[in-house]
């Protein structure tokens, strides 16, 4: 009986753990550039468990562990906006930006100039170039980026986009804000990477099948407390009814 509860308990907490990866896909729907992601799971049997019934043998269980959160690379829905400083990435490429914790990752393709003169995203985060932040003076104007990421003004060129690749890029690790770390280095894009210019890639996370795959899972989450509560019952009366006996 207890076996149960706990192969119960390890579907349980799967489940919780991608509801959780559902609720984030969801609610990213209307981020530029997000990429979702899925849960993984795996079984896992025991070959120790052993059952009070089955005295003479061991029963294999199998337990529910969690094999991580793996990423949809798949390209977004490209949406033109005419903003000469929006890019889309092509490919499975990205733009490298400045944090405070050093260099992240992003396809997020909305970019726009601050207060400084900077070139940064939407969240503020400074856009590299192939020499560091690209950087317009204060009387600069007409800026634009050409589909080679070259950065240029009514007074000429200001960089070039730092366009980068992973060999691995399903190990890239979501670190809030729309943006990626690796513990492996990042790779030049080299010339062939190409952007679309006046336009931003969406989020390729597909809303209906999300709310599909939350209703399945609430629905497995319920089943499974539904069939707990009754195994914990059979339990109880069990034990008042072992007692009754030795009464």
Request: proline residues 4%; glycine residues 8%; neutral net charge.
């Given at each position: ?145 050409a589909t080679d990421g070259t950065v240029s003004s009514d007074q000429g060129q200001r960089g070039k986009l730092r366009i980068v690749r992973f060999d ?36 390729n996370v597909k809303a209906v099948v999300e709310m599909t795959r939350l209703v399945e899972v609430q629905r497995a989450y319920q089943t499974l407390s ?22």
């Amino acid at each position: 009986m207890e076996n149960a509860l706990l192969v119960s308990l390890s579907r349980q907490m799967a489940l919780a753990r991608e509801l959780d990866v559902i609720a984030n896909n969801v609610a990213n729907v209307g981020t530029n550039g997000f990429k979702a992601r899925s849960a993984r799971f795996a079984e896992y049997i025991s070959p120790t468990a052993r059952a009070d019934t089955f005295p003479t043998q061991d029963r294999r269980l199998s337990y529910v562990i969690d094999k991580g959160t793996p990423i949809d690379l798949s390209l977004g829905m490209i949406e033109r906006t005419g903003n000469p400083l929006d890019v889309a990435l092509q490919g499975e490429n990205y733009l490298v930006v400045q944090t405070a914790q050093g260099e992240r990752y992003t396809r997020a393709g909305s970019l726009e100039i601050n207060g400084r003169g900077q070139l940064v995203t939407q969240a503020g985060q400074p856009v590299m170039g192939d020499g560091g932040p690209i950087v317009f003076g204060s009387t600069e104007s007409n800026a634009r980026i050409a589909t080679d990421g070259t950065v240029s003004s009514d007074q000429g060129q200001r960089g070039k986009l730092r366009i980068v690749r992973f060999d691995n890029p399903r190990a890239l690790a979501s670190d809030g804000a729309n943006l990626f770390s690796s513990t492996a280095a990042a790779q030049p894009a080299g010339p062939q990477a190409r952007l679309e210019t006046g336009a931003i890639e969406r989020s390729n996370v597909k809303a209906v099948v999300e709310m599909t795959r939350l209703v399945e899972v609430q629905r497995a989450y319920q089943t499974l407390s539904a069939m707990m509560g009754k195994t914990d019952e059979l339990r109880a009366k069990a034990i008042t009814r072992l007692a009754d006996q030795q009464a």
